[in-house]
């Protein structure tokens, strides 16, 4: 395909991008269901056989290995390992390589890097299965979520970031014939204006979502012309390898050096972290992670571009419900959906002592915890629906969490259990805890991150002091989302003027298939950037505007 | 004047520095000759008579003072004590009114806010003389350049600062009905989108560029929802003193809380800066001033959102001249121009040893430094151009550096000497001295700034090795522009990629009333925050998108 084709075929697609991004309205690139008629009928069976066929051996099909040592160790949080082994490539190396690549990279304007990375994702699309079942024994995810999450929303998480990219890139005229009137004359001076990226970049991975957190940031990166080192977390490594070496192969083939894009192989004794993004040739980090080491990487990196996604406490209000049985699902969902392993997971569910108003009457708050705790087993004891929308516990960590909460004293309002597997005897699984809090009184509890299947039913004395309470927390720990349900005009518009002043988007009576911790692509803002959760949102004009600066060449004529 | 009025007023405006920044053209709000027939003939005396009427006395003008002690001692650089004092307003009375301000300022949206700072800005600007004598009499400026750095060309600066966050803030649309196909039917959510400021932001000025260098990181907080604390530096307070005091005054009458900006009086003993810049409510820190101390905020200050404006070192080359005199010219007055006090001034000049073409042949290093000097003589000793040109010394350190400097034991091609000022005898000037350096033997001493009236003719083997030598400083020490003279294609652009890749801005061929020191509004951006002379660039995108984030309210209709 020459360049004239590969524009021809990409640039209608960054043309939707582009207005989907501007207008915030739905679009997809890449479909999300993971349905043969869509992918074609053998996808689903030839991605888990060629899934299958990786598994026990050293991974040897991208381009730019290191030539270190053979690391692996991964073990599927359903119950077996992975056995894969990944060569290591010093960093001295791979800065090496990816600032001699930057070079090419850099010269190239930004609707040409958009259309060859359009071209390179397009290449790697085809992995979506296999990554889906590396992403779910990596992560413990289900297979639908893994699907997804790994590939066509983060796929198309990276084309908003091209798409933002592009629009950053040409805020400004490329080049101008300035004339300044001077007495009867005038001075004339040709301008031209050209982006330079700060880079390297650097990308840091997490263990819950490999793809889709990483993908923002280095594309952001791409985009803007920075070459981009990827560090995946050493216990989730597989979806980075067979996305970077289709990214690498495919750019590779259009003739731009495959370095601009590495990753970086490590080990859980030697994670790599530090000695990647303090190299002074790193100018730009993407992290996402916990909130302690998340912050330490702030204050550590003074002087660098350090774009965080951390973690909050993202809380819930029932103020009035018109349908409590449809709220209360849609919250069950939202606690059970790979086991509250998700920043944007809900963790605190307030409710007023004087209880929530519904149709029927207001109901108090063991009522609404009883029918909470209902519509919560109704879905994990769903034989077809529980396990995969649960999925497992990713690491040991998040299991001890869940012992730690239950010796916490407070009383047990639904106690979590281990969730037979269909498939997988020894998956590493856990049914949501929910624990009963009261507030104000329990706020040292509450008011922390409990990564993974725990949540509070918080009991306050009003709604309208939970609100306060809610802002509150958003200004002490952050907040991903927030989540009120009300049906009073007054008390929505108090809500959302109090909870966007301390930062935190806001959602309104969710109910049926829309989630509070899934944000879309082109319209939703994911983290905002404002307040303790992180300072990185995907994706505004700053994160991708502070990747590069202009510099302009002038010229009197 | 009601706010319809307001908004006509001002929004054609708005639209003109809009559309200017967009392209990059030629655009001036206010008129930068200070001229009786655009300002009133009277305008000129009347503001020296309110500056002289400010001496020797408590500044009581602004509303939003402190309750603290007495603070002073400004000293004029021309000769004479100022005996002005402002009272001591303590950073957490400061922090406090600043974030009571901001909550009513945050809520109002980008053109809203643009009409009223347009609005205080044109109150303002009735201060251009007065605000004139006091940048002059702080630091040492000559009057026309504290005239125009000061007001029109600050006043510029601080209108493209709040068209290009109008901009960032209106990248994508406020709000959108997001309708998501889902099998035969559709999910919608209403999505209202909200910038959400992340200051308080916090601006530390130097004390050569009070104004010019302060406003758009003043403007870039205001604009984008930020309450603004103003910190000057201690020995140069009193131009900010009365442009802060108009613009509060205007702001009280629009209905506004003027402490949404407030300055900090300080003194040298006790410069407040860490004090500011480290509490926690300042989450915005713009800096102008030296490396050493750029570079520990940078470091310290890990977490928040810091820009920097520091120095660099900044070159010239002589490859090839299409008329000799007409760049000597040029680059005496670059030279000459506020005796060498500007970050943009040029220090290094080299020259390849085996002569710069002319179309009168090769001239050798030491005749383009015979010429040279002859050149900067014949623009000291006009009597006329002269005093007004070279200023004085904003402080006795400068003096200092200029002793260093004749102390390095290099050839003397020009001595530096006191130059007599017609109106004050006690004037602290300096002619600018020029030494002599051969490239690499001598690159600890050019290799480093030396700012004021200082530079160095560097002999180099080559005009090629010249120019990877000035790469090579822009890599190390920064630069905040370069300038290159050659006749040849092939030349300038071999330069164009070396040095825009390398992260600086390069100036061709500069002759007439256009100097590398000056960068205009709207078109050039000042700095371009990818090498070691800052972060910062005056005005792009990333320099506003950085202020601010994006919360959203959603609601599932």
Chains 1, 2 share one sequence.
Request: net charge negative; aromatic share 8%.
């Amino acid at each position: 395909m020459n360049w004239d084709e590969l524009r021809e075929k990409h640039m209608p697609t960054l043309e939707r991008a582009l207005g989907a991004v501007r207008t915030r309205t739905f679009y997809a690139h890449w479909a999300e269901v993971p349905s043969g008629k869509i992918y074609g009928e053998t996808a689903h069976e030839d991605g888990r056989r060629r899934f299958e066929g990786l598994l026990h051996k050293p991974f040897q099909e991208w381009l730019q290995q290191g030539d270190g040592e053979w690391v692996g160790g991964e073990i599927s949080p359903y119950g077996f390992p992975l056995g894969v082994h990944y060569r290591r490539l010093s960093v001295a190396t791979a800065v090496e390589r990816a600032q001699r690549a930057q070079r090419q990279w850099q010269r190239l304007d930004g609707r040409t890097r958009a259309v060859l990375l359009l071209e390179a994702l397009e290449q790697a699309a085809a992995e979506f299965f296999p990554l889906a079942y590396a992403t779910m024994h990596t992560t413990g995810q289900g297979f639908v979520m893994a699907f997804q999450a790994s590939g066509p929303h983060a796929f198309d998480r990276a084309l908003e970031a091209i798409a933002t990219g592009v629009m950053a890139l040409e805020g400004f005229a490329p080049e101008v014939l300035w004339r300044k009137p001077l007495g009867k004359g005038e001075i004339a001076v040709r301008k031209r204006f050209q982006a330079v990226p700060k880079g390297l970049g650097a990308v840091i991975g997490c263990s819950t979502f490999p793809v889709w957190n990483a993908f923002p940031g280095v594309f952001a990166n791409l985009i803007t012309g920075n070459a981009c080192l990827w560090k995946p977390h050493p216990t989730v490594m597989l979806p980075v390898a067979l996305v970077v070496a289709r990214l690498q192969r495919a750019l590779e083939r259009l003739g731009i050096d495959p370095n601009v894009l590495l990753m970086l192989p490590c080990t859980l004794e030697e994670p790599l972290t530090w000695e990647v993004v303090e190299h002074p040739a790193v100018r730009i980090v993407d992290y996402t992670g916990s909130p302690a080491f998340g912050t330490e990487l702030e204050r550590r990196l003074g002087g660098k571009v350090v774009f965080t996604e951390k973690a909050g406490v993202n809380s819930v209000l029932l103020h009035s419900v018109a349908d409590l049985g449809a709220v209360l699902d849609n919250l069950a969902f939202s606690l059970c959906l790979y086991s509250g392993q998700m920043c944007t997971a809900p963790q605190n569910i307030f409710v007023p002592e004087t209880g929530v108003e519904t149709p029927d009457g207001r109901l108090l708050p063991e009522e609404v915890a009883a029918r909470l705790c209902a519509a919560i087993d109704a879905l994990v004891h769903n034989p077809k629906a529980g396990p995969p929308t649960l999925g497992a516990l990713q690491n040991e960590q998040t299991l001890q969490r869940l012992r730690q909460a239950e010796a916490l004293g407070l009383p047990v309002l639904r106690a979590s259990t281990p969730l037979d597997h269909p498939d997988y005897p020894d998956a590493r699984t856990a049914t949501p805890l929910l624990l009963e809090a009261r507030q104000g009184e329990h706020r040292q509890v509450y008011g922390r991150e409990w990564f993974g299947p725990i949540a509070f039913l918080v009991r306050s004395p009003s709604a309208d002091s939970a609100l306060q309470e809610m802002a509150a927390l958003v200004r002490s720990a952050g907040a991903l989302v927030t989540a009120v349900y009300t049906t009073e005009e007054a008390f929505k518009r108090q809500a959302a003027d109090l909870l966007t002043e301390a930062g935190t988007s806001v959602a309104f009576n969710f109910v049926g298939p829309v989630w509070v911790n899934q944000s879309a692509a082109y319209s939703d803002f994911h983290g905002a950037g404002v307040n303790a959760a992180g300072n990185a949102s995907f994706t505004d004009l700053g994160y991708v505007a502070a990747r590069f600066g202009i510099v302009h060449v002038r010229e009197v004529v």
